[in-house]
């Protein structure tokens, strides 16, 4: 589980997130949508340690964040809403291993973990090519085989569907919708919900830095124009 209490995160004078509370179960799949400067990135930051609360406590399967920053970092996977930003290596095969490789597990291991997060997302046989060499969906998958390679608990993704054509599309969906058959959790980040409301149990809207609604899809539907979240179709 994540939960979240009271958490405050300013940038200078501005408050991005104002005393949220939340929490995520094992294997839900949330949605945390709103209009851009909504707070959602800030939000979600905090789930792994890539940012510290100025005030409130964050914690991933029973410890806070801060007192277990490795074990959150294993826990909680990311792909930022600019995937290129994250990726370490020249290579795809190279990328994919990064993280495996600093868990210190044996080699046997992480080029297991590396053919099957790369199959996950249709790279498969493509360890050798090189990262710049990629297409803007290709990208996205890549970062995606990254955090699969971590084998997290909970996966979160950031604007995954910018920039991506309808075939990307529809290869990220349906890994999404694997991952959450298989009971990884998904935050899904995003301001628009036409590709991920099937997936969700709840959708949690920001406004403001705060949690303006937390329902189900199907309830929050009518809400949602109001909060400048385009709703599914």
Known sequence: MIRVEGLVHRYGDTVAVNGVDLAIDDGECVVVAGANGSGKTTLVRHFNGLLDPDEGTVSVNGRTVSDHLVA???????????????LVAATVGADVAFGPENLGL???????????????????????????????????????????????????????????????????????????AEGTSLVVVTHDLRDV???????????????????????????LPDLDVRPPC
């Open 197 to 223: 409301a099937e997936l969700a149990d709840r959708v949690v809207v920001l406004a403001d830095g705060d949690v303006a609604l937390d329902a189900a899809p199907d309830e929050a539907a009518d809400r």
């Open 72 to 86: 959150a970092r294993t826990a909680v996977a990311m792909v930022f809403q600019h995937p290129e930003d994250q």
């Open 106 to 180: 044996d080699r046997g291991d992480i080029d297991r973990r590396v053919r099957e997060s790369l199959a996950a997302v249709n790279l498969d046989g493509r360890e050798d090519e090189r990262v710049d060499s990629l297409s803007g969906g290709e990208v996205e998958r890549l970062a995606i085989a990254g955090a699969l390679a971590m084998r997290p608990d909970h996966l979160v993704l950031d604007e995954p569907f910018t920039g991506l054509d309808e075939p990307a599309r529809r290869s990220v969906l349906a890994r999404l919708r694997d991952l959450r």
